[in-house]
C-alpha cells in the first residue's frame, strides 16, 4: 500500500540546495535542419477535378508524369484549395489569408501594394522568382506581377482573357520596368505550351545560379474554353464524343509539359548525365485552384463520365469536396518519402508560410494559414501551430439554366454560401439562410446533412464562421510611444480585426504600453529588439488575436486582471508571459511564465477632480461599417470611458445577408418568439463599457435607434444592462408591437435607470435583445447607439500581485522554458502563485521557486503550484529552489494532475509533521531489506544490519526531536558524512 502510494505521487525529495540541469537545443527552422533554402516550384492547374490524374483514381485521361511526381514524392489526401473558383484561390495562395480576409468579390480578387504575397516573402531571402501563366488576380498597376514580388512575368492578368486557349497575344514584364506590360503576339502558339516552355527555360538557367528561386507555373487548363491542339492519344477513342477526346487530351498535353519541367530539374543542361540535377535542392508542388467545371457550351465537360469530382458531390462553384478538395503533390528529393501518402488537412492559405519556413523567414503576422513544412517531410511537429478550421465563400450567383447546360450569370437560383470546416464538422451556410451540417468523419462524401439533429453545434460554428469574414487584411507596425490606442504609435492605423501587427520594442530604452481597451486582431508578434518592450493589458482587458501570439526575446505581455485570447497558439519565443488573468489558447513556452503581477507594472495614475453630471459619454460611429463586429470607433467617447466590448452580435444572431458598406450595424434572427425564448436564445446585441481605474459611473439612459426593414422584421425588443442581470423581468425598458413598415420606420429606444447603484473597474454590459420576427433571416438595421451617465473620482485600491493565472487550452514547457513561481503568507486560497491549466500539461525545463521577502517555511508547508485538468506528463528537468532552513527537507509532489511544493523534516517521509513508525516503514521500504542481511545504503550503524537502528541514528541526526530511544549513540562524523550522502542516492533510487 505504501510503495503503491509513492508510485502514484511520484514522491520527490530534494536535501537543500540541490538541483540537476538539464539543457535542451530549440526546435529549428526545416531550413536550418536541411542546411538549404530549397528552390520552389509551383505548378498550378485551372478547373481540374481531384479525380482527373492517375493517382487520384483517374482510368480514362493518361497523366504519367503527374504520377510520377507522386511516386517521387507525397499525395495529400485532404488538402482543399482557396476558393471554389479561380480568383480568390489565386489570391489565397499568394497571400496566405483565406477569402474571409482576402479583397474578394465573386470571381474578383485585386491584388493591391499593401498587399504581401509570396514572392515578395521570398524575395527577402535572397530568392529570384518568375510566374508564367494565368494570373488573375488584378489587372491594374498595383496589381502587376512585378509589383508583387515576382521578377518576371509572362501570361495573362485577365480572367476572362484567360478562357482563350489560342490567345493572340500574351503579356510580359520584368522587374527592372514593373509599370511597364508588353504585349508579345503568340503566333497561333497555345498558351500552355507557350507557358511551359518559358517556365522550364527558366528552371534550366537558374539551376547554376548561387541562389535560389521560386517559379509558379499557372496553366489554363483545364478552364473551358475547350481548345486543344491535337486530339492524341485519344482521337481512336470512337465511342467518345469530342468533348470528351478534348478534355482528355488537354489534361494530357499538360502533364506532358510538367514531364519537361520535371525533366530539366533532373537534368538540367539536358546532356543525359544527372550529375547537374538539382532535385535534392527542388521542391516541386502541384495542384488546382478549384475544382473540376462542367462549362464548355457545345463542347461542354463531362465530370461525371471522368469522375473527375473523385467521391467527393458537386464542382467548381460549389463548397461541397467536389469544388474545393484539390489534387495536392509534392516532391523532393532525399527529403520527402518517395510514395509517401499524408492526411493532413490543409489548404491554399498554407502555402506562403510554408515557403517562408523553408526559406527560413517570417511571414507577415496573423496569416490564415500556417507552415507545413514538416508535414511535407513526413515528420509532424507536435509543437507546430495547427489550424483552427478552413474557411471558404462563393459571392457570386450562378445556376445551370442556360444553353447546353452553361453556367449563368445573375440568377439567385444558386445564392452565395461560405463554409467552415471545423475538426471533422463542415457546416455551410447560403444566403438564403439554409443550413448545412456534415461530419466529415463518418461522411467524407457529404451525404448526411445532420443539421436538424445538431442545432447547438450548428449555433456554435455560425458563430466561428461568422469572426472569420473580416475583409480587407491589414498590416501595422508599432513606431513607439506609451499608449496603444493612438494612432501615432502606428505606421498602418490602430491595430483592428483584419489586422496583422507587429510590435518591435527598437528605441533603446524599455517601453511600457497601457492597454486600457478591449482590443481584437489577427495576429501579433511582440519583440523587445535594442530595448524591452511590455504590453500592460489593464484590469478587464480582452486581447485577442485570433491566428496567434508570439512574445520573442525581450517582449513581455502583463495581465493585471485581465484576459488574452487566439484561436491557435501562444507562443513564449524566449520574451514573458506574467500576471493574473487568463489566457485562452494552447501555450508553448520557450521563456517565462509567471502567474504574478510584475512589480514595475501598477495601474495608472488615477484621475482627480472629476464631477462631471450628465454627461452624453458614447454615441457609436456607424459609418461605413455595415456588419462589422465588433464595432469600437466612436464618435463620442468620454475620455474616463473604456469600451472593454464593440458593439456584436449575441451567439442567437447572425449578420445580415452580404451587402455593400453602409453606414449601419445590419443583423439578423430575431426569430424568437417571447422575450424569455429571445434570452434563452441569445437573442441580442451587446456592448459593454467600464470607467478608467480612479473613476466611478452611475449610468442614467441608453438609446438605440432602430430601422425594421420590411415587416417581417423582429416587432418587440428589450434594454438590460448587467447591472440588473439578464433575465425576464428585470428589463430597463421595452418596446412592442412595432409593426410599420415602408420609408419612414425609424424608432427612437431609450433606456433610463434610476438606481443608485455605481459601477467602478468593472464593466457595464448592456443587451438589446429582439424576438417576435416573421422570418428568420429578417432584418434590422441599428444606426445609432447611445449612452449617458455621470462620472465621479474615487480613490483606487491597489491590485494584489498574486493570484491565479488561468491557461485555458493546454500547456506545452519546452527545454529552454521556465515556471517561475513566488511562495509566501499561508497556503489557503490565492495567496501563493498558482498555474492553473483546463487541458493538459507537458513539462520540460526549469522550475524557479523564490520566497517573498520575508517569508520563511515551516514543516509541513504545502503550495498547489500547478494544475492540470487533462493531466500532466513529463516533469521540470532543472529545478531552481531557494535554500532551507537545516532541519527540512524539501519535496516535490507529482500526480496525474498536480504539483505541490512542501517542506518537511528530514525523516517525515509522509509529510504530516511527525516522524513515527509510517516513516520507519517508508523509510525499510526505500533504503533496503530490515532483519538480517548484506550490507546496504540504509546500514548506518555499519553493522551489515538495516534496521530500526539505523533509522533512529539517521533521525537523530537529520530529524525531529521526537526520538524515543536516546540511547542511540551517536553517529561518527565520517558516518554522517557517509549517511548524508547515502541519503541522498538511495531516496534518488526509489523515485
Known sequence: MILQRIGR?????????????????????????????????????????????????????????????????????????????????????????????????????????????????????????????????????????????????????????????????LERANSSSPNTVT????????????????????????????????????????????????????????????????????????????????????????????????????????ASDNGTHIEGGS?????????????????????????????????????????????????????????????????????????????????????????????????????????????????????????????????????????????????????????????????QLASSMGEEDAFDYNQTTWTGGNSFESSSSWSGGVPAGNFGVLMNGSFGAAELVDVANNRSMLGLRLRGTTGPLTLSLLPGVSFAARNGLLIGDGGRIGLLHADITTKRQIRI????????????????????????????LTLPDPPTGVDTGSIQAIRFNFVGVQNDAPLTQSTVLYEHLRVTEGLNYGPGITPASPGSVGNEFNISGYDSSTL????????????????????????????????RNGVNAANDYAIFTSIDGFAAGAELAQLNNIFNAGSNNDHFFTASYSGSEVVEAESLEVRLYGWNANDPIANTHVNDVQLRASFVSVPTTPLDPVGILELNGNYTQLAEGSLQIALGGTEAGTSHDLLHIAGSAQLDGTLHVTFDDGFVPEAGNRFEILTAD?????????????????DLLRLIDYTTSSITLGTTYLADFDANGLVNQVDLQLWEAGFGITGNGTHSDGDASADRNVSGVDYLIWQRQFGSARATLQRVPEPTGYTLLLLALTIVIAVRKTV
Open 9 to 169: 505521487l511520484r514522491l520527490h525529495f530534494l536535501v537543500a540546495g540541490f538541483s540537476t540541469l538539464l539543457f535542451a537545443c530549440a526546435a529549428l527552422p526545416l531550413v536550418a535542419q536541411t542546411g538549404t533554402k530549397p528552390n520552389i516550384i509551383f505548378i498550378l492547374a485551372d478547373d481540374l477535378g481531384i479525380g482527373d490524374i492517375g493517382v487520384y483514381g483517374q482510368q480514362e485521361v493518361q497523366t504519367p508524369n503527374l504520377d510520377r511526381l507522386a511516386a517521387a514524392g507525397v499525395t495529400m489526401n485532404n488538402m482543399y484549395s482557396g476558393a471554389p473558383v479561380c480568383s480568390p484561390s489565386r489570391g489565397v495562395l499568394l497571400t496566405g489569408l483565406h477569402t474571409g480576409h482576402t479583397r474578394e468579390s465573386g470571381n474578383s480578387v485585386t491584388l493591391q501594394s499593401k498587399d504581401t504575397t509570396v514572392a515578395e516573402v521570398l524575395k527577402t531571402a535572397g530568392y529570384s522568382t518568375a510566374m508564367y501563366g494565368k494570373w488573375h488576380v488584378g489587372n491594374g498597376t498595383q496589381s502587376l506581377p512585378t509589383n508583387q514580388g515576382f521578377d518576371e512575368f509572362y501570361g495573362l492578368r485577365d480572367g476572362v482573357a484567360a478562357w482563350d486557349h489560342f490567345s493572340p497575344f
Open 183 to 286: 504585349q508579345v503576339p503568340t503566333n497561333g502558339g497555345y498558351t500552355d505550351d507557350l507557358y511551359a516552355q518559358e517556365a522550364t527555360q527558366y528552371v534550366r538557367t537558374q539551376a547554376s545560379s548561387p541562389e535560389p528561386f521560386y517559379v509558379q507555373l499557372s496553366f489554363q487548363i483545364a478552364h473551358f474554353d475547350m481548345e486543344v491542339p491535337e486530339i492524341e492519344p485519344y482521337a481512336a477513342a470512337q465511342a467518345w464524343p469530342e468533348s470528351r477526346k478534348i478534355f482528355a487530351s488537354m489534361v494530357t498535353r499538360m502533364d506532358r509539359r510538367i514531364g519537361e519541367l520535371l525533366d530539366a530539374v533532373d537534368d538540367p543542361n539536358g546532356d543525359g548525365d544527372f550529375s547537374d540535377s538539382i532535385a535534392d535542392v527542388t521542391l516541386i508542388m502541384f
Open 299 to 459: 463542347l461542354r465537360h463531362d465530370p461525371e463520365f471522368f469522375n473527375s469530382n473523385g467521391p467527393y458531390p458537386g464542382w467548381k462553384r460549389d463548397l461541397y469536396g467536389g469544388g474545393i478538395r484539390t489534387p495536392f503533390l509534392a516532391q523532393w528529393e532525399g527529403h520527402i518519402p518517395a510514395g509517401s501518402s499524408s492526411d493532413h488537412v490543409g489548404d491554399f492559405a498554407d502555402f506562403l508560410p510554408t515557403a517562408a519556413d523553408l526559406a527560413g523567414v517570417e511571414s507577415p503576422v496573423g496569416l490564415d494559414g500556417v507552415s507545413i513544412a514538416d508535414e511535407l517531410v513526413g515528420s509532424p511537429d507536435p509543437n507546430q501551430a495547427e489550424r483552427h478550421g478552413f474557411y471558404h465563400e462563393f459571392n457570386g450567383n450562378w445556376f445551370t439554366n442556360g444553353a447546353n447546360g452553361d453556367l449563368v450569370r445573375g440568377s439567385t437560383a444558386v445564392p452565395a454560401r461560405r463554409s467552415w470546416i471545423q475538426d471533422d464538422w463542415k457546416y455551410v451556410l447560403f444566403s438564403n439562410g439554409h443550413q448545412e451540417l456534415y461530419n466529415l468523419a463518418d461522411d467524407p462524401t457529404e451525404s448526411n446533412d445532420v443539421a436538424a439533429q445538431q442545432p447547438l453545434l450548428v449555433t
Open 573 to 600: 519565443e524566449g520574451g514573458s508571459l506574467a500576471g493574473v488573468g487568463s489566457a485562452t489558447g494552447n501555450v508553448l513556452n520557450r521563456g517565462t511564465v509567471s502567474p504574478r503581477i510584475p512589480d514595475d
Open 676 to 707: 424569455s425564448a429571445a434570452i434563452a436564445n441569445d437573442d441580442y446585441l451587446t456592448f459593454s463599457v467600464a470607467p478608467v481605474p480612479g473613476i466611478a459611473m452611475t449610468l442614467e439612459s441608453v438609446s438605440f435607434n432602430l430601422w
Open 870 to 886: 487533462a493531466g500532466i506528463t513529463g516533469e521540470f528537468a532543472d529545478l531552481q529552489l531557494p535554500i532551507l532552513p537545516d
